[in-house]
């Protein structure tokens, strides 16, 4: 179980430049999102899932990175020291000197900042161009408007929920495909399909004591928005932490 030593830095922290986040640093953020995401369908501490420096490393992300991450507050980094009880124990007395010990986790700061956004843009842009499905026009170039977009014979276009292939579809196109069980993630989607894709539904996860609703709706919609095999729906929360949102991504935006 992580032990925790000191208390958490409570540092005046300097406004993100989104715009700036680099390729490596947005690789390791979403390394360290699904690490965060994996605690949280498992109902664990995060650092349980915290990921070592040696890992990190291997996204091409530089120490100077992970520094720069950690005095904005973005991610923290702990030591990870032997445990008698089988569990992962940590020891937070460290600085901004890193050894083969480091392990890092995202913490609430850095997934409010957005920077989850930003990996998931580079997410799009790296998949090699033989791994994507060609991308037909959907929709006219635009965002989200109270009605649906129309295709060419005058149908209204919302995505499908396939839960027995557990494939999320929009105008025939493969959007993701979930190889694993992820229960939060496709019982949302399936709240969506029942209610025939409305521009909101209310939160639909189950109660866990051991979670706050909010944090919990929060972590589910991106990974929503992660690992889109087409980058056409962006799922987002209506700004009270009680209901979940989507919209199609426009022509011009991807």
């Excluded at 032990?3 to 390394?31: D, F, M």
């Excluded at 996204?59 to 009880?85: F, M």
């Excluded at 890092?104 to 850095?110: A, H, K, L, P």
């Excluded at 959907?138 to 149908?155: E, K, M, Y």
Aim: aromatic share 8%.
């Amino acid at each position: 179980m992580y032990t925790k030593t000191i208390p958490e830095n409570s540092g005046r922290l300097k406004e993100k430049p989104h715009g700036q986040l680099s390729a490596s640093i947005a690789k390791a953020v979403r390394w360290l999102e699904k690490a965060r995401h994996y605690a949280l369908e498992t109902a664990r501490n995060p650092w349980d899932f915290a990921i070592t420096i040696a890992e990190l490393r291997r996204t091409g992300v530089s120490e100077n990175d992970l520094r720069w991450l950690v005095c904005q507050g973005y991610i923290e980094h702990a030591k990870e020291i032997p445990s008698t009880s089988g569990e992962r124990a940590f020891d937070q007395r460290v600085s901004l000197r890193f050894s083969k010990s480091s392990a890092f986790v995202i913490t609430d700061t850095g997934l409010a900042q957005g920077l989850e956004s930003a990996a998931t843009a580079v997410a799009c842009e790296e998949k090699p161009n033989s791994a994507r499905q060609p991308a037909q026009p959907i929709a006219q170039s635009v965002h989200w408007s109270t009605d649906f977009p129309l295709n060419r014979f005058g149908q209204r276009i919302h995505p499908k929920w396939d839960r027995d292939r557990r494939e999320l579809r929009l105008a025939g196109q493969v959007v993701k495909v979930f190889k694993l069980p992820s229960p939060m993630q496709e019982t949302i989607l399936m709240a969506f399909e029942e209610e025939s894709w409305p521009p909101r539904i209310d939160d639909p996860l189950p109660m866990h004591p051991d979670l706050l609703p909010k944090r919990r709706l929060h972590d589910t919609i991106k990974s929503l928005n992660r690992n889109q095999k087409n980058c056409l729906i962006r799922f987002m929360g209506d700004g009270t932490g009680e209901g979940i949102r989507w919209e199609l991504i426009s022509n011009d935006a991807r």
